[in-house]
């Protein structure tokens, strides 16, 4: 009979390899019940494939202080790691290897709006579809973004544009304190009067500084809030007027206007879309602001009217679809200038019938910047208030192997749309900026303090992943 003894080096072996499969092993027990550790990427899903994180693992996070458990053991063992709440964020500067960690906020989604209804307490998980929920139910608005999937904390920390900034300020700036997870995995509170610094800081440059497990946000009293949508469709032949008519165009704060161009086989050219929103439930009042609008003559008119303000986003719950890859180039102007403007919808056109990828798109959000500039930057590290268009093209399509055309395509848009931007420096929108621009455009002036910031909270960059500052 043989003896077991020639046996353990195969079990040392074997054991070897179950320890080298699973390296999360010492996290689990360091995590509370509700969490979980998969290597399922699909747990956790990306809006846009394109240049996506591709993580080893995804920690699915049910209290706060399992973010700040993971990021200690991801210190412990140099891992790198990500937090996402929506999965929206998307920039070239991801470098997750297959070891690093994705940690998923979305079990952190609570939404309470306070006794007094003057500010929200919201999960750092929390969708702007949940956020506009609890809103609704309880008689207040709050300043949510434009798509249903988009999650609030990723939305904020970048500066955010919303439907309500033209009253309240951007997000932003209706952020009161959050409790975050620092590079050392310390879960802290960043307020006026504690931190006060790192409340600066991720009022416009979050990423870099900590992962924000929950939020106080002022949120506004009012009930039974209706909004006015319509829809217009342009031929490209109407474009300089279209231009015209736009840059001339005095918005109100109940005013917004989103608008771009698409390319519709087999036409010539490319067209002219425009989504009018205004907020208040006064469809007479609505028509009569945007009447220039309706005067160039649009081909088709979609009046979608009156309807409640929780329901505003469904119309674009397309944009949510998950997948496909969906690259970003923005660039905020002061003005539009046509024969720019002509050479960006020639360039769409050429691009979409080349490539056969006709959802390829040029998008623009407009709004009211008054309440904007009368806020300033003082209190947030969010520098670009002076932006009346914020401008981004958008291919779309699933093959990678057309990766080389759509590079070349954003890139030189962004670049014609910066040589008439109206700007001395360029000014680009963080949350729909590339990731190859220098750090001076996305965080402007704010950038020397940002840096000093940054060697005080995160002198090893462990947040590294989103736009880092060096």
């Known amino acids: 009979m043989k003896s077991f003894w020639h046996l353990l080096p195969l079990c040392s072996a074997i054991a070897s390899r179950v320890e080298a499969a699973n390296p999360m092993k010492d996290l689990v027990p360091r995590l509370s019940t509700g969490a979980r550790i998969t290597t399922d990427l699909s747990s956790a899903p990306r809006w846009s494939e394109y240049a996506a994180p591709k993580p080893g693992y995804i920690v699915h996070v049910a209290e706060e202080l399992d973010v700040a458990e993971t990021v200690k053991y991801c210190n412990e063992n140099q891992l790198d790691f990500l937090a996402q709440a929506g999965g929206h964020g998307d920039a070239t500067t991801f470098h997750l290897g297959s070891n690093d960690i994705i940690i998923n906020l979305r079990g952190l989604n609570s939404t309470v709006v306070s006794e007094d209804n ?59 304190s959050a409790n975050l997870v620092t590079a050392r995995g310390e879960l802290i509170e960043v307020s006026e009067h504690k931190n006060e610094d790192l409340l600066w800081a991720i009022k416009g440059a979050g990423p870099n500084f900590g992962i924000v497990t929950s939020l106080r946000m002022k949120v506004h009293p009012r009930e039974n809030v209706k909004v006015w949508m319509a829809q217009l469709v342009f031929p490209g032949d109407k474009l300089e007027e279209f231009l015209n008519t736009m840059n001339d165009l005095k918005l109100s704060q109940k005013m917004i206007v989103n608008w771009g161009l698409t390319y519709v086989s087999p036409g010539p050219s490319s067209s002219i879309f425009a989504g009018l929103t205004y907020l208040d439930g006064d469809a007479d009042a609505a028509e009569a602001a945007f009447q220039p609008l309706f005067n160039i003559g649009p081909d088709q008119t979609m009046l979608i009217g009156v309807m409640d303000y929780a329901r505003m986003n ?48 040029v998008l623009v959000e407009t709004y009211s910047t008054d309440v904007l500039r009368e806020i300033g930057s003082e209190g947030a590290s969010y520098p670009h208030r002076d932006i009346n268009f914020y401008a981004f093209v958008q291919p779309i399509y699933d093959d990678s192997n057309l990766d080389d055309a759509a590079d070349k395509f954003g890139a030189q848009v962004r670049e014609l749309w910066r040589e008439t931007d109206g700007f001395d420096t360029p000014r680009t929108y963080i949350n729909f900026a590339h990731g190859d621009e220098d750090l001076e455009d996305i965080y402007g002036e704010s950038l020397p303090r940002l840096r000093e910031l940054k060697k005080k909270w995160d002198p090893s960059n462990r947040f590294n992943q989103w736009f880092p500052i060096v």
């Open 314 to 361: 469904d119309a674009v719950d397309a944009f949510c679809e998950d997948g496909g890859r969906k690259p970003t180039w923005l660039v905020g102007l002061k003005s539009l200038d046509y024969p720019t403007w002509q050479q960006v919808s020639d360039q769409l056109a050429t691009f979409a019938k080349t490539t056969n990828q006709t959802d390829s798109r």
């Open 118 to 176: 003057s500010e929200m307490l919201v999960g750092g998980g929390a969708l702007n579809s949940e956020y506009v929920a609890a809103a609704t139910n309880n008689g207040v608005i709050v300043l949510n973004g434009g798509c249903n999937c988009v999650g609030v904390s990723g939305l904020t920390l970048g500066g955010g544009l919303s439907y309500w900034m033209n009253e309240f300020g951007m997000p932003v700036d209706n952020l009161i």
